[in-house]
């Protein structure tokens, strides 16, 4: 990275998608980053989670790609305020510099109410998935989902849900039908959903989209009969394989809805049967 | 916090016990501490990264004690380097100050070739977890343990694993027999170990102490085969509730062990059966 005004992408070969014109970065100087937040990414009161986890770890993984540490392996993010279409600064800090991996720091803020507002804190390290070993030894098994042609389209999400929910168009999401009884006011209450995934315009999966993959899904919280929003308060990441193309399936389930917090748990698995991308978030619970 | 030298610890009348010795802090200045980390909490190559996270958090406890944020909510930290017996740095940076919840960072540092070297980042969110709603809706359920006079005590752990393991004897730990065949060479191949937890010295557990007690079971890579050591890259803790006194109920268990690494989840059940914390690491998987 020597140019000041170079627009980086996640994809090398992906720059016109719609996702990486969303995590687009210009480089203002060393580890300091201007983008963009795209409201076509937005959500309820603000713009996703995954999405600005994406574009965290886009921004990390140009201040690693010279280390030879490009992939994001672990990312926590912190999220600290609704992010809003508009301009966004990305600064990231090397905290650790190591042989494999590497550790940072990235900060989104935004310009608000006159001051610049700190959106999302992360704390992430980074490596070379192309690097590690090919052993696997998963005992999780792939979840097993009806063909696309019987799944069901995110178009059934509540009213309620859909009518500040641009994000929806940029998905094609097929939802297995045994856990989309909420849509038609049948929530199993086990708290599960899962489905079929890809980017609306075919920008097949990489390790960076899979930050998006992880909090793409309607929240669990649907499938207990809560149809409002569930405001993420952390989520850490793990990407574990880069992803073959095609199809997606993620799997999000919460075991502890307590005390006004869940927590939600996301698989990502690619088209081979890989268990490619793990999350964990908090959430604050619905309200009603 | 207004003396500079205050002894601090973690329980308010539990200040007699190894494991507050262990956490205690003294105040060098605004969100800086001293701490000593003791190598009775040692295990492996270092200390336990159960007890860095409990030290992390006793620091974050005292910066947010006073805008009555006393509890962890969620915890991230991510492992740098091996700590070692010794004097310990603590520094603290406030994020964000919330209403209902507050976010920073913690730093732990030791004197270490010359320098001072970073053992381990974190990132977390503080609020008070008596102030929550009461409501429970987890549909995780308790892990079914034997009696514990039927479970095994730790010493039966791996030679190779015992002959460098001081941690052994902080703890109280019964394992449920039927997930510690790995004991006598018979590992389940299943990826779980569970069993019931106390703090030998029999100091009744708390939010801090669940910090510690997410990460004390032996790895879930016993259960796999593996003896060796698993370092954690990274762990993110959630505190869901003040523990009730009693014996813990704690589940260690892993889906998904590929290329190097494994992914371990914890839970612990306190002694009513809540579900009052939720872990999941990063770890490098043993060699051999």
Request: proline share 7%.
């Amino acid at each position: 990275m020597t140019s000041t005004q170079q627009t980086t992408t996640g994809g090398s070969s992906a720059a016109g998608s719609e996702f990486d014109r969303g995590i687009a970065l210009e480089r203002r100087a060393e580890g300091e980053y201007d983008g963009h937040l795209d409201g076509a990414w937005s959500i309820g009161a603000g713009i996703n989670g995954g999405m600005l986890l994406a574009a965290a770890g886009n921004a990390l993984r140009h201040t690693f790609a010279d280390e030879a540490h490009p992939d994001p392996i672990s990312v926590s993010a912190y999220y600290l305020s609704a992010a809003k279409d508009g301009p966004a600064r990305f600064a990231t800090e090397v905290v650790r510099r190591g042989r494999s991996m590497s550790t940072g720091t990235v900060t989104i803020s935004q310009h608000d109410g006159g001051a610049q507002v700190e959106r999302v804190r992360a704390l992430a390290t980074y490596g070379d998935l192309t690097a590690l070993p090919d052993e696997v030894r998963t005992t999780a098994t792939a979840p097993e989902l009806p063909p696309l042609e019987q799944c069901l389209g995110s178009d059934l999400a509540p009213p309620e849900f859909k009518k500040n929910a641009p994000l929806l168009n940029r998905f094609d999401l097929r939802l297995d039908p045994a856990t989309a009884g909420w849509a038609i006011g049948k929530p199993s209450g086990r708290g599960l959903i899962q489905g079929w995934l890809r980017l609306a315009d075919g920008r097949e999966p990489d390790p960076i989209s899979l930050l998006l993959a992880l909090d793409a899904l309607p929240p669990v919280t649907f499938d207990l009969g809560l149809p409002g929003w569930a405001p993420t308060l952390e989520l850490t990441a793990h990407i574990r394989a880069v992803p073959a193309p095609g199809w997606l399936r993620v799997v999000h389930a919460t075991r502890n809805f307590a005390g006004g917090l869940l927590e939600e748990d996301a698989e990502v698995w690619d088209s081979t049967g890989r268990l490619v991308a793990q999350s964990r978030q908090l959430a604050r619970a619905p309200r009603g």
